[in-house]
């Protein structure tokens, strides 16, 4: 088990696919579509399995069984104690290397989702050019959304609810180090999964998979589905290791309402996802029963409905919207109190309004389907609820512009993507009010217009959130600092070509240009031009974001434990970090955003120690003792970093 | 990469009942998520029957499933259940060999309904693709059984560890969380056969 | 001492700098926001349909509404860089205020932001309530609509189900259409009068219109169905009902 590492699993996984590729040549006819979908299910479960075996996933669950618990070196071992770089390619149980090895599988999901992107602008950059073919087209048009969604699904709770929630709340590791493992790396076993969709006919019906065009699809369809179940899996396992993680492993003192507010974004996310994604998973259960044994689930003519698929898909389909979207705008709201130098707005209502968009997101989604003829008699109330969501959603604004009032704006690269989400995300949220009235939704369904809308949500507020997540944290999460001018080329490269992208797809969909096209009118002709020239603009400033990031990793200069004078938790441990973050457990005794209120600044008094807490030093990373007391999230450590160095 | 380790690492002992408590947690949310998973299938079936699209929802002519045999494998789990936890109380109670008798026979009784269930699977009285309903009964049967088998290595291991004298009066919290698994994969095999007792769509209207 | 009455601190209240700066900017904002409001109209086109016009409406009153919004979050966004900037690259010295909430502020904020959520539910009932009763006129022609991969059938079941790849329309009488696909999910859209239905294999859906305008209009299909969706579209032939009446009997039907 100590040999296993990501090499290990990957030959598993060969010979995992390969048996059972073999066997099912053997004994299931493979001359009818139904037994090709079979051969390339069961192959692609072969692979995850043989996968998961080669990384040691299994070796816990069996030593349980036979009653072998695993001893403490065990333990130590698996938490990748002394190993150096190694550890990022094993079972690792760490949350630190948790964190990071889910930040670069969102990286790379992220990389060849945007590569899709560049492909599709490039075919639509002309009326009529030919680039892709239609079959390719609408391949890449599924890859592309079905990789985006998964990638912008992590990009938040994955690299930053591992890494940095767990010390934020005062905890050593999560509540299931091995699980959070397991959860991983069945991420990691789903991208090839996902991709060999490529090779295998391509997935031609968009993200959504509706049924039954699905029904007819090439193997590819075999392979979207198969990676929904496991990444299905992952996420269901994910959500309850951090949901319990937050319940039940928050630092002595820190009550609900002295919980920093990215956790609570995170628990909304992962706690939203727990039922949702399961959902996602039966919905492709069933249209694997279809595709493979002949199953009528979807099939009008066995007594099956295409509108059966569309309700469970956008059951879980809503909530995942906001799934992506909370946690990107908590990490935002989490960082504007530090750049303004203020306390976070008004608390409370942030809270509530993460809560009460929860609430509403699982009774939205049917106005995905308002077009559909579904229920017609159901839009009004749908649209009740959906127009509902505004109120909530407007006092995230609120909360934020509230945060910079009058504040001492310090203009840092994270806290510049809070100023890019107030602008992106009101674009967003008003073309939402247009598609929430059902009729206009009757006319602007299927164009273009819903593509430039869910993008300015799910990228201009999501992507933008997560990015100045990854800014903020950057210094903590690799003990170095990012480099600040790639940085803002990157940020207004991206943000200019974003905004020029997805306007002028505005005016294309209001002209009338429906979605998945692979050539349109010449109507659309200039519109399109110009939203394919700003998407090269992304893609440039994404490269130079990933050169920042890449070049600033390896060499950058050294963070101090905490360059933004933050007062949550994670910023009072030490770079680099030790393995279980804190020594003695802090006790928390007031809420993270006490900026301003200057006599708290001073030292304040201890609180009652619990047993196991002994007053002790940490060591800063530059080698000087910072006193920490028994930990509070006011720290009587000075705030103020010496420098934010270029 | 340069977070690397400095000093002795802490890697802390937690206390055992913290533990089982915050596993308490995670298992319900487990059980959460499961319970989605079986809420999506059985509202298919009531969603399709409901539909009844071109009249297909059980073909014209065919045969349908035995409600009773749906039933009997149900009470199957559904024992195997209450044996599990006349076993828990067992070592409750301090009884060792109650608590390997009773997981003893209560993944007895849990492959003996998921043979139950093969057999049903095999012999249905229809194909999976004649009707949506044949399709929504293979898939149904299909989920059960899986959830048998995990179950079954669940009750395997508790009657393995608890042979090897692991669990005591005071450090049980796993039996018990296996308990409250256990416990839900009868509630969904009840709403299993529940769900399945309604055939005949009502929508037969022109 | 008496406290200062209401009068008098909002007085002082609207003095301040950042209240006229951030107030000067929202007005500016919002009027260009107004102006903006009817572009979006405008790039829909001219309207085939009261329903499309509705459509159009509705677009440029929301963009209205929602402008004062838009205006103020980006006018405290604008001001706050202009003038609470810190500038150079050392962090600031001193916090800002430590302001934890306001009450007033806050209060006004949700109770604004319902009355507009309020006005665009009552604006949607409404119009959902002028398409339903539009769609029961006892004059109307029936077409059904039939999608397969990847053309679309119109046929007549009034006028002997005449069955055309085009679609012809007499102006000013109201049409039922009846959708459905002979495979995959299709969806119905005729651009320029703005109704949109997906066309369901196994099910007939329904929308309905009163074109109002002679001319030749796009339909297109809105939901992507496999190699081709693309090309899945056609035309609207909207003339007038003796064009109508000719068409239909140099096509076979009973004029
Ligand atoms: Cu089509």
Not at chain 3, 36 to 53: C, D, E, I, N, Y
Request: proline share 6%.
């Amino acid at each position: 088990m100590r040999r296993l590492n990501v090499g290990t699993a990957v030959a598993g996984g060969l010979i995992g696919g390969s048996i059972a590729w073999f066997l099912a040549h053997q004994f299931l006819a493979t001359d009818n579509p139904s037994g090709s979908n079979q051969v390339t299910i069961l192959t692609m479960v072969g692979w995850a399995i043989g996968f998961m075996i080669g990384i040691g996933a299994f070796h816990g669950p069996w030593c349980w069984l036979m009653g072998r618990d695993q001893s403490h070196e065990d333990e130590k071992f698996l938490a990748g104690d002394g190993q150096g770089i190694g550890r990022y390619f094993r079972f690792t149980t760490d949350h630190k290397v948790v964190g990071i090895q889910y930040l670069v599988v969102t990286m790379v999901l992220l990389g060849v989702g945007g590569i899709l992107a560049m492909m599709i602008r490039t075919d639509l950059i002309r009326p009529d050019s030919g680039f892709l073919s239609p079959q390719v087209y609408n391949s890449v048009v599924g890859l592309h959304g079905l990789t985006m969604i998964i990638a912008t699904i992590i990009m938040v709770t994955g690299p930053f609810g591992n890494f940095i929630v767990p010390i934020m709340i005062g905890a050593r590791d999560m509540a299931f180090p091995r699980l959070n493992a397991l959860s991983l790396w069945l991420i990691v076993a789903f991208v090839p999964v996902l991709f060999s969709a490529a090779v295998l006919g391509g997935i031609p019906t968009g993200w959504s998979g509706y049924a039954p065009l699905s029904d007819q699809a090439p193997p590819g369809m075999d392979a979207y589905l198969t990676a929904i179940v496991i990444f299905a899996i992952s996420s269901a396992i994910a959500g309850a290791n951090i949901t319990t993680t937050i319940l039940t492993m928050r630092a002595r003192g820190m009550t609900w309402n002295r919980t920093p507010i990215f956790v609570w974004g995170t628990l909304a996310s992962v706690g939203l996802a727990i039922p949702a994604f399961p959902m996602f998973m039966g919905s492709m259960v069933l249209l694997g029963v279809d595709r493979t044994v002949g199953g009528q689930f979807y099939v009008a003519s066995g007594g099956g409905s295409p509108w059966l698929y569309a309700n469970l898909f956008w059951l879980m389909g809503h909530p995942e919207v906001y799934v992506i979207v909370i946690p990107a705008v908590a990490a935002l709201m989490e960082l504007t109190p530090v750049f303004a130098r203020k306390p976070l707005f008004n608390y409370t209502a942030a809270v509530l309004s993460i809560v009460g968009i929860v609430g509403l997101s699982i009774m939205v989604w049917a106005h995905h389907m308002y077009a559909s003829g579904w229920a017609p008699d159901l839009n009004g109330p749908f649209m009740l609820t959906t127009e509902l969501i505004s109120i909530p959603t407007g006092i995230i604004f609120l909360v934020v512009l509230g945060t910079i009032w009058r504040g001492r704006i310090w203009t840092t690269l994270p806290m510049m993507s809070t100023y890019a989400m107030l602008w992106n995300f009101i674009i967003g949220g008003v073309t939402g009010i247009y598609l929430s009235d059902v009729p206009a939704d009757y006319d602007l369904h299927g164009s273009m217009f819903v593509t430039a809308h869910f993008h300015y949500t799910l990228m201009g507020a999501g992507l933008t959130g997560a990015i100045g997540a990854l800014t903020y944290w950057f210094p903590k999460m690799t003990g170095r600092m990012l480099d600040r001018r790639a940085g803002f080329a990157s940020f207004w490269l991206v943000q200019i070509g974003f905004n020029v992208t997805f306007l002028s797809m505005f005016a294309a969909g209001l002209a009338g240009q429906p979605r998945r096209v692979e050539h349109y009118d010449s109507l659309f002709g200039v519109a399109n031009l110009v939203s394919s020239l700003g998407a090269y603009v992304i893609g440039l400033g994404m490269l130079i974001l990933l050169y920042a990031v890449v070049s600033s990793w390896r060499r950058g200069p050294l963070a101090p434990a905490n360059p933004w004078g933050s007062k949550t938790l994670e910023w009072t441990v030490p770079n680099p970090i030790p393995l279980e973050n804190f020594e003695v457990l802090p006790v928390v005794i007031a809420d993270p955003y006490g900026y301003g209120e200057g006599d708290l600044r001073v030292p304040v008094p201890r609180a009652p120690a619990p047993a196991e807490a002994v007053a002790g030093a940490a060591t800063g990373a530059d080698g000087a003792t910072t006193p920490t007391g028994a930990v509070m999230t006011r720290t009587d450590a000075p705030p103020i970093p010496e420098q934010e160095r270029p | 990469m340069s977070s690397v380790t400095i000093g002795e690492p802490a890697v802390h002992l937690e206390d055992p009942d913290k533990v089982g408590r915050r596993w308490r947690t995670g298992i319900l949310l487990l059980i959460l998520a499961d319970g989605a998973f079986v809420a999506a299938l059985l509202f298919s079936y009531f969603y399709l029957r409901g539909l009844n699209t071109e009249k297909a929802w059980v073909a014209h002519g065919q045969a349908t499933a035995s409600i009773v045999v749906g039933w009997l494998l149900a009470g199957g789990v559904v024992l195997s259940a209450a044996l599990y936890h006349w076993a828990l109380r067992g070592i409750r109670a301090g009884s060792e060999p109650r608590l390997v008798l009773g997981t003893l026979l209560a993944v007895a009784v849990l492959l003996a309904t998921a043979i139950g269930q093969v057999m049903q699977l095999t012999t249905f009285p229809f194909g999976v693709a004649d009707s949506a309903y044949s399709s929504a009964l293979y898939t149904l049967a299909g989920a059960n059984l899986f959830h048998l088998l995990l179950t079954a290595f669940l009750g395997a291991a508790m009657w393995n560890r608890g042979r090897l004298h692991i669990y005591s009066v005071t450090s049980n919290w796993q039996v018990r969380l296996v308990g409250l698994w256990w416990t839900w994969v009868a509630g969904a095999a009840v709403l299993g056969a529940f769900t399945t007792s309604f055939i005949a769509s009502p929508n037969v209207g022109g | 001492m008496t406290a200062p009455t209401f009068g008098a601190r909002a007085r002082a209240w609207s003095r301040r700098a950042e209240v006229r700066g951030v107030f000067l900017i929202w007005v500016v904002l919002t009027a260009l926001l107004c102006l903006f409001s009817f572009v979006p109209a405008r790039l829909m086109g001219a309207p085939a349909s009261p329903t499309k016009q509705a459509v159009e409406t509705t677009m440029t009153l929301f963009t209205l509404a929602a402008s004062p919004v838009a205006a103020f979050v980006w006018a405290i966004a604008i001001y706050s860089l202009v003038r609470w900037r810190h500038r150079g690259k050392q962090a600031p010295t001193e916090d800002g205020p430590a302001i934890r909430t306001n009450t007033p502020a806050s209060a006004l904020w949700v109770v604004v932001s319902s009355v507009l959520c309020l006005f665009l539910l009552v604006w949607g009932f409404v119009e959902v309530q002028a398409v339903a009763t539009s769609a029961s006129a006892s004059d109307a022609m029936v077409v059904d609509v039939t999608g397969q991969q990847w053309v679309w059938t119109f046929s007549y079941p009034q006028e002997g189900n005449l069955e055309s790849d085009q679609l012809y329309l007499p102006v000013n009488r109201p049409v039922i259409f009846h959708v459905t696909s002979k495979d995959v999910i299709h969806s119905f859209w005729v651009v320029q009068m703005g109704i949109k239905v997906d066309a369901n294999p196994g099910e007939t859906t329904q929308t309905s219109v009163t074109p109002d305008r002679l001319g030749r209009f796009d339909i297109r299909c809105a939901e992507l169905c496999g190699l081709l969706h693309a090309d899945m579209e056609t035309s609207v032939h909207v003339v007038s009902p003796t064009d109508f009446r000719s068409w239909l009997r140099s096509n076979g039907g009973p004029g």
